[in-house]
């Protein structure tokens, strides 16, 4: 696959929209600007990459919206200095762009042929998150604990306990929360059992899935 002249135009027009939307983190919108959508797209779908939208990939899941992935990034304020966890690795699109941000990246999938096919295109790309893993987020992932930032990119009924206590004092964990519809949530670690909780837009997520086998 490639990126051509074509793509980056659309990619330059994609982030003048996120910049209309509301989009500000000069990194966020670089590394965006980057990064070409096209290559974790389905093929059938490829046209379709610099439209602001989510589309299906495998095992019933979606690549998330552009507009979405910023929004997250932007929350996350990353620094390239931090340890970061993605639960819902999916297309591996938003991995990719925290890959640009941090070489510090683990991310967590739970859809075993989404998992494999992700790590085949991460190989091809040169992307190399510090840890791509097959398992459940709600676990968290205990061995590189505890991280500075953690991204949820599913949507969980309340907080998981667990990820609250995978973050360092000062650490900060981003997750849409509620049933039908969400909304993006920012939990800062303010003591070894406080937070601080911050409530932002309304936000349409695929579930994060508990108890699969
Ligand atoms: N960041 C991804 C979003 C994919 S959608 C992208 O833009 O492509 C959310 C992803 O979370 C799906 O791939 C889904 O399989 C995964 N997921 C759902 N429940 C999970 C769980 N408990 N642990 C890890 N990943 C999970």
């Keep these: 696959m490639q990126d051509t002249i074509k793509y980056q135009g ?41 439209e602001d939208n989510a589309y299906p990939i495998a ?26 966890l993605e639960i819902g690795t999916g297309s ?7 890959l640009g941000i941090t070489s510090q990246v683990y991310t967590v999938e ?3 042929i989404l998992f494999k096919k992700t790590q ?7 992307l190399r998150p510090k840890k791509h893993l097959f398992g459940d987020g709600y676990l968290g992932y205990e061995k590189a604990a505890p991280f500075d930032r953690i991204v949820v990119t ?16 000062g650490g900060k ?17 303010t003591g070894p ?6 409530k932002f837009g309304r936000f349409r997520f695929v579930p994060l899935l508990e108890n699969k086998n």
Excluded: C
């Design 10 to 50: 659309l990619r330059k027009q994609l982030i003048e929209l996120l910049k209309d939307k509301g989009i500000i983190d000069t990194k966020v919108l670089e590394v965006m600007g980057s990064v070409p959508r096209h290559f974790f797209m389905d093929p059938g779908l490829i046209n379709f990459a610099y």
């Design 59 to 84: 095992a019933d899941q979606t690549i998330s919206q552009p507009y979405t992935v910023a929004y997250q990034s932007e929350l996350l304020q990353l620094s390239k200095f931090d340890k970061v």
């Design 92 to 98: 591996g699109y938003q991995t990719a762009i925290l």
């Design 110 to 112: 739970r859809q075993q």
């Design 120 to 126: 085949l295109l991460f190989q091809k790309m040169g």
């Design 154 to 169: 599913a949507a969980a009924p309340e907080v998981p306990r667990v990820l609250l206590n995978q973050l360092k004092i």
């Design 173 to 189: 964990l981003i997750i849409p929360l509620g049933e039908k519809d969400q909304f993006m949530m920012r939990f800062t670690k």
């Design 193 to 198: 059992n406080l937070f601080d909780k911050e």
